[in-house]
T-cell receptor, first 115, second 109 residues
Framework: GAGVSQTPSNKVTEKGKYVELRCDPI?????LYWYRQSLGQGPEFLIY????????DSGLPNDRFFAVRPEGSVSTLKIQRTERGDSAVYLC?????????????FGPGTRLTVL | GIQVEQSPPDLILQEGANSTLRCNFS?????LQWFHQNPWGQLINLFY???GTKQNGRLSATTVATERYSLLYISSSQTTDSGVYFC???????????FGTGTRLQVFP
């Protein structure tokens, strides 16, 4: 079946602009996660959804970052007033229903470049 | 928080060689996964292995939870094995998947 998909695959924006990144999880997966990977490092946790609600958003770096999952499937990560330091690959993952104790499957990522 | 360290940081092999990658973690875990990040950036699941031993083709993994380490074995390496290998864990005291520092593997023909 289809894996986790993310759009766009690449996004170039200017400092100060607003961006939205989309994640489509594996069908039927109730848990959804966002991570951020900077060059040369491993992915870092941003936020975790169980269904429609954010169960843990402690990884969001500041209030410019926000994520929603209104119908418990597709999720959107929103970044306001982008800064050059936001440049990274944003990864989405999903798992069936056990949250962090279950296998997480990752999408291909969105590479965000802030000029 | 939990610390996850991988070794070696870099590994260069000739095709056909075998290798062992190590992941040490500083606390008890209820989730441990090995991933291969290919040169295009895709994170590919290799194993979900919070304890015990699993094998999948040329790859196998062993986690000794009581001693807080996991090993990934790659036999008869191929050029397509090149990339970065990450170990990631969730400890009982947190609910976050924490990635290790990674091992960058290059396999030459």
């Amino acid at each position: 079946g289809a894996g986790v998909s993310q759009t766009p695959s690449n996004k170039v924006t200017e400092k100060g602009k607003y961006v939205e990144l989309r994640c489509d999880p594996i069908s039927g997966h109730t848990a959804l996660y966002w991570y951020r990977q900077s060059l040369g490092q491993g992915p870092e946790f941003l936020i975790y959804f169980q269904g429609t609600g954010a169960a843990d958003d402690s990884g969001l770096p500041n209030d410019r970052f926000f994520a929603v999952r209104p119908e418990g499937s597709v999720s959107t990560l929103k970044i306001q007033r982008t800064e050059r330091g936001d440049s990274a690959v944003y990864l989405c993952a999903s798992s069936s229903n056990q949250g962090f104790a279950d296998t997480q499957y990752f999408g291909p990522g969105t590479r965000l470049t802030v000029l | 928080g939990i610390q996850v360290e991988q070794s070696p940081p870099d590994l260069i092999l000739q095709e056909g060689a075998n290798s062992t990658l190590r992941c040490n973690f500083s606390d008890s875990v209820n989730n441990l996964q090995w991933f291969h990040q290919n040169p295009w950036g895709q994170l590919i699941n290799l194993f979900y292995i919070p304890s015990g031993t699993k094998q999948n083709g040329r790859l196998s993994a062993t986690t000794v939870a009581t001693e807080r380490y996991s090993l990934l074995y790659i036999s008869s390496s191929q050029t397509t094995d090149s990339g970065v290998y990450f170990c990631a864990v969730v400890s009982y005291n947190t609910d976050k998947l924490i990635f290790g520092t990674g091992t960058r593997l290059q396999v030459f023909p």
